[in-house]
């Protein structure tokens, strides 16, 4: 079902980061978030065999308001926080390097409420897509702009070794020909506006 006036359809890959992370099926990636550790990363990012896929280096190492996501390869993707999250291809925040920009619009407690902006949305008038759930009960969707297309969705996985070890487990379900380096890297965003909310 393609959408008017939005960049998602079933049928046609939509790559944001890189066309490599396209896939046409459905992508299950397990988000393995350490909540008690001084590493250079706080978060890994599995598909559901276990390889690694995308490492997150954390504000803890670097700026606060500035996070790095990695691919398998070590290619980097800078995020910056100010009023808005910004999301730079490469290891550049020069505006030529922008992919999309995040920002709240909504600051309901417990619930998030996330509108995306593509580079080259430059009116954002109309956003390209949107995050709604809760991040607190990790159970967020991402939809394609303002429709009811779902892209991607997130849902929490308990385990007993994940609540012993401090290590906040969770699944990101992206739907086919959706970026999941994209659904990622908004996953990030969302941790990052939630962490600074709690500090």
């Given at each position: 079902?393609?959408?008017?006036?939005?960049?998602?359809?079933?049928?046609?890959?939509?790559?944001?980061?890189?066309?490599?992370?396209?896939?046409?099926?459905?992508?299950?990636?397990?988000?393995?978030?350490?909540?008690?550790?001084?590493?250079?990363?706080?978060?890994?990012?599995?598909?559901?065999?276990?390889?690694?896929?995308?490492?997150?280096?954390?504000?803890?190492?670097?700026?606060?308001?500035?996070?790095?996501?990695?691919?398998?390869?070590?290619?980097?993707?800078?995020?910056?926080?100010?009023?808005?999250?910004?999301?730079?291809?490469?290891?550049?925040?020069?505006?030529?390097?922008?992919?999309?920009?995040?920002?709240?619009?909504?600051?309901?407690?417990?619930?998030?409420?996330?509108?995306?902006?593509?580079?080259?949305?430059?009116?954002?008038?109309?956003?390209?897509?949107?995050?709604?759930?809760?991040?607190?009960?990790?159970?967020?969707?991402?939809?394609?702009?303002?429709?009811?297309?779902?892209?991607?969705?997130?849902?929490?996985?308990?385990?007993?070794?994940?609540?012993?070890?401090?290590?906040?487990?969770?699944?990101?379900?992206?739907?086919?020909?959706?970026?999941y380096a994209f659904i990622v890297a908004l996953i990030v965003i969302l941790d990052g506006i939630n962490h600074d909310d709690a500090s």
């Amino acid at each position: 079902m393609a959408m008017q006036n939005g960049p998602f359809s079933a049928t046609n890959a939509v790559s944001i980061i890189n066309p490599q992370y396209c896939a046409p099926y459905p992508v299950d990636l397990a988000v393995v978030r350490k909540v008690m550790t001084i590493t250079d990363g706080n978060f890994v990012v599995t598909d559901i065999n276990g390889n690694i896929m995308f490492k997150v280096k954390g504000a803890f190492l670097t700026f606060r308001d500035r996070r790095v996501l990695l691919d398998a390869a070590g290619n980097p993707i800078i995020m910056t926080a100010h009023d808005r999250w910004e999301v730079y291809r490469g290891d550049s925040t020069d505006s030529s390097n922008l992919l999309f920009s995040a920002k709240r619009s909504s600051m309901f407690q417990f619930k998030t409420k996330l509108d995306v902006f593509l580079a080259n949305n430059t009116t954002e008038n109309v956003c390209d897509f949107k995050v709604k759930g809760s991040w607190l009960e990790r159970s967020c969707v991402i939809y394609a702009g303002e429709s009811s297309t779902i892209v991607a969705q997130m849902h929490k996985k308990h385990t007993v070794k994940s609540v012993l070890f401090g290590k906040d487990n969770f699944m990101v379900t992206v739907y086919p020909n959706m970026d999941y380096a994209f659904i990622v890297a908004l996953i990030v965003i969302l941790d990052g506006i939630n962490h600074d909310d709690a500090s």
